[in-house]
């Protein structure tokens, strides 16, 4: 299985978005780009080839799950594993995240020191994880 080196993220907070990347980058080693926006990471995306897109569901303009469907129509970006954070954790939240293709979700509020191991845990189980037929990303 290959390791887990580079994320997109997407965070409109700005607090949030500062710590998690610092989290990632110091603790986790990855390599982050980060967006503010649905629409910064639509244009980051095309010259940026992440092992992960990790987004945020609740953001002004395109939120995470309308930010996935178009990011999927970047070829590069069709296959690509996602995941969401968010403060919406109900067992119908998490069910459409996971419907529309996220192999997983992190809760909100972060916890900076466990984002690190949550995101390589995600990553460990999605490889163990035979695909869905019909299944998005």
């Not at 069709?78 to 995240?97: H, L, Q």
Request: glycine content about 6%; charged content about 25%; some cysteine.
């Amino acid at each position: 299985m290959r390791a887990l080196k580079s994320i997109l993220y997407v965070e409109d907070d700005v607090h949030v978005r500062t710590t998690a990347k610092l989290v990632l980058e110091v603790i986790g080693n990855f390599t982050v780009r980060e967006c503010c926006s649905g629409r910064e990471a639509l244009l980051a995306a095309h010259d940026f080839h992440p092992d992960l897109i990790l987004l945020d569901v609740m953001m002004p303009d395109l939120d995470g799950l309308a930010t996935l469907q178009m990011l999927r129509r970047i070829p590069h970006l069709a296959d690509t594993p996602a995941a969401f954070v968010t403060g919406r954790t109900t067992t119908e939240d998490v069910e459409r995240y996971l419907g529309a293709g996220a192999i997983g979700v992190i809760a909100k509020p972060l916890v900076p020191l466990r984002l690190t191991d949550q995101l390589n845990s995600l990553w460990e189980q999605r490889a163990r994880k035979p695909r869905r037929a019909g299944a998005a990303g």
